[in-house]
């Protein structure tokens, strides 16, 4: 009796699996099928749980529906050591062998997905609130696909140390947002910085808008060099993105602005310093005020007011010495060593931390 109890118990999990499959292929128009990645890198969450996954080796947005079924995000707490290692075991790889590159929240379940190479393979693994980890099922599941239009080719250009496949960055960061997914990297474009927009499920692309950049820092116009990360941001009433690029100008663009095909300059609204690289980026209120939630590669999270963007007076002259300038920030102390940040709502986000020993813990904090 207790054997055909767990019998039922099992099939009816295996039931609600495939129902909640089910409703993202019915709702999201995705069709199953096994996504060929080449890559797994940038992530971002699309509705009906679904993952948005960025290859940049084959330059392709992926849609892939996760099986997550909402149920107590808002209480959701997870708590994970040496995640590194953690991966590593569950592929049967060594640590060394392993390197995350990228974690999105679900923030219907809480759930934590991570993009991962193990020795150029690609992987995504599913960190469920319990700490418990497994690798996502890429065969015969709900997905969509769109190849972008305009990718740059994949050769190494340059010469000596600045030797470089434009291909590794076609993709460089995404994000879902009324309905279209927004994709920044670089194209083939002759000014080859841009934002592409996707409709969702996605299908075909057109070509990206050319973004071009006051770099207070470089102190001219650049047009060559990717957004790192950016985040959806209305001011004014009006949809804007607000994206960071190495070395580390803050800049705004206006939605409307971004035309396939054609060459639009944002706005530096701020200068972050130098010799630095953002890693992540997130948009979060607190106690009446927008802030941005920013981790980098040497500069530590910045925690950036959005107080009056609007009326920002926009850089168009050098900020020297490593300097800063415009939107005000602080450094978030408690936050260190942060690589990787997604916001689960507006009171709690997710890092991975590395410790000084050069582990990388998964926590639920506190937005500061």
Known sequence: MQKQNVRVLVGLSVL??????????EVSGLKRGTPQLKSAGSLAFGPEGVLLVGDAASATVFAIATGDKPAGAAGARVKLDDVQGQVAKLLGASA???QINDLAVNPATGNVFLSVSKSNTPALVRISTDGTLAQMELTNVPFAKAAL??????QVVGEGRRQRNPRSESI??????????????????DAPSSVRSLAFPP??????TSLEIYHGAHGKLEDYAAIRAFVPFTIGGEAHLLAAYTCTPLVKFPVSSLVPGEKVRGTTVAELGNRNRPLDIIVYRKDGKEYLLMANSSRGVMKVSTENIGQQQPITAPVGGGGTAGQPYETVKQLEGVVQL??????YAVVLQQTEGGALNLRTVPLP
């Open 16 to 25: 609600a699996v495939f129902a909640t499959l089910g409703r993202a292929e």
């Open 96 to 98: 060394a062998d392993v």
């Open 149 to 154: 239009a305009d990718a740059p080719p994949d």
């Open 172 to 189: 460089t960061d995404l994000a879902y947002v009324d309905g279209q997914i927004l994709v920044s990297g670089l194209s083939s474009a």
């Open 203 to 208: 299908s075909d692309t057109d070509k990206g």
């Open 342 to 347: 997604d916001k689960l709502n507006d009171e």
